[in-house]
């Protein structure tokens, strides 16, 4: 670290201190704190977070007298031997989650809530004596060596593995690094006037406008994350979408909830952008713990883009740099119906979107026959598809290959035709000799039906209900401003009226590229140009045209 980091950080715990009212390392009035990653761009649950940092054999004892509630300080104190040995120390959660199951086993507890304070007291134990016998010395009892050892684990966590691979694939410079956040601690878990919750200013998958989140009373962060107990709603339109019995925090938290509700707003018309909060109620008094730009569906983007260019939040500019062109073309595929039920077979790339259902077939000559002649639909299966397959692909439902990947013969020719595909599932072992694809004991056989999700790779057993894409107001509007920016004309690419007809219906202001041997392989035609090409004279030749 550079010389002067240890001196700033020390006065910036002195003015917290001060402003608290708490010591730290104090046993009668200790200041307990978070440690907290802070990149430029939002990486959700990418790097480590340490809380209840501060807390010790003495302090402990200060907070229980301090809270008046030994059980919440007990179980402070476990969560922090738990995040800090996991994170700074290198112990595996599972050493921990195991101690706490013995303990509930004994006592015939469901619920960590089940828990005595003098049950949290034998954990604690429990759990020092899991760190002395992993690391052959003790749990740090020292505060101070605590603070450092959990900043530098926040700043080692960019170079993590889960951080790293998620900055390749979001285009992260590596180069940016990550800032460390030091926080007075507050407690979600000091009582029924307590809560923690995730919220966001607008709804992540539709962009309603509508506030949208979760709490979990009586509980910290990792609770609502963790799924152990059912999270209550913060809004009654949220409780009633859900169906819950549980009451949300508008019911049971009123004045909370619209100090909450306000905050919202602030934020939103602040950063110009849907954001994503994590908050707690400590005692009744509400604190906001951290904000960052909220990951949202295409869907969302779109109508979230659109609504705050209406309400002056954004410029119409702003608006369409915000919306990633290649991310559009899922809204222009039938998608899954997502309320359907549905049974696995297996996994690939999502090499083309869409979502497509048919039988199956392992030939490209078996595709244009059971089409052309038995008037079905149907999916295409083979190992790898080559340049020969185009006219069973044409005539295909969606494309399922065993082999290739995003840049495939298989996958590049379905993103050309919009036809769905999976490409690379290399669970699923294909036996042309049988007609059959076997996956983990389940065989499916020529004719039977599955189903293709070309936006996640996933590869369904039968017929699962599609749901045709809507061109909502949102996305005329977007495509319209557009139109007043762009100074790039667009041509489509068109073989068939159907696909000139689609390109007018789209914007498109021509036809920029028209292949004529792709028209070839439309079954009416392919005979008749077979016949052209093997004929021995002219006249045979124009007959075969005529």
Sequence with gaps: ????????????????????????????????????????????????????????????????????????????YRRFIQMYSNVVLGIDHHNFEEVLEEVKEDKAYHL?????????????????????????????QDVHEQLWGAIGAVFGSWMNQRAITYRRLHEIPESWGTAVSVQSMVFGNMGEDCSTG????????????????????????????????????????????????????????????KELNAVRHKLEAHYRDMQDMEFTVQQNRLWMLQ????????????????????????????????????????????????????????????????????????SAEDAEDWVVNRKEKVILV??????????????????????????????????????????????IRVDYAAKTIKVAGQVVKEGEIITLDGSTGEVFIGAVPTIQPEMTG???????WVDTIRTLKVRANAETPLDAATARKFGAEGIGLCRTEHMFFDPKRIIAMREMILAEKEAGRRAALA
Aim: aromatic residues 4%.
């Design 1 to 76: 670290y550079p010389a002067s980091l240890k001196s700033e950080v020390m006065a910036a715990l002195a003015t917290v201190e001060e402003i608290i009212g708490l010591k730290f390392g104090s046993v009668a009035d200790p200041l307990l704190v978070s440690v907290r990653s802070g990149a430029r761009a939002s990486m959700p649950g990418m790097m480590d977070t340490i809380l209840n940092l501060g807390l010790n054999d003495q302090s402990v004892e200060g907070l229980a007298k301090r809270s008046g509630d030994s059980r919440f300080a007990y179980d402070s």
């Design 198 to 257: 995730v919220c966001f200013t607008r709804n992540p998958s539709t962009g309603d406008n509508d506030f949208y989140g979760e709490f979990l009373v009586n509980a910290q962060g990792e609770d609502v994350v963790a799924g152990i107990r059912t999270p209550q709603q913060l809004t009654l339109a949220g409780k009633n979408a859900q169906s819950s019995d549980l009451p949300a925090m508008e019911e049971c938290m009123p004045e909370v909830f």
């Design 382 to 427: 083979r190992v790898e598809t080559s340049p020969e397959d185009i006219g069973g692909m044409h005539v295909s439902e969606g494309i399922l290959t065993t082999r290739g990947g995003m840049t495939s013969h298989a996958a590049v020719v379905a993103r050309g035709m919009g036809t769905p595909c999976v490409a690379g599932a290399g669970e």
């Design 474 to 480: 949102d996305f005329g509007t977007l495509m319209e």
């Design 112 to 140: 960590d809530t089940d828990l005595t304070a003098d049950d949290w007291k034998k954990v604690v134990a429990k759990y020092k004596d899991k760190v002395k016998e992993q690391l052959g010395r003790p749990f740090p």
């Design 291 to 362: 904000t960052r730009t909220g990951k949202r569906t295409t869907k969302a983007a779109l109508k979230i883009a659109v609504d705050m260019a209406r309400e002056g939040l954004i410029s119409r500019k702003d608006a369409i740099k915000r919306i990633d062109p290649t991310s559009l073309d899922q809204l222009l595929h039938p998608t899954l119906d997502p309320k359907a039920p549905r049974k696995i077979l297996g996994r690939g790339l999502p090499a083309s979107p869409g979502a497509a259902s048919g039988k199956v077939v392992f």
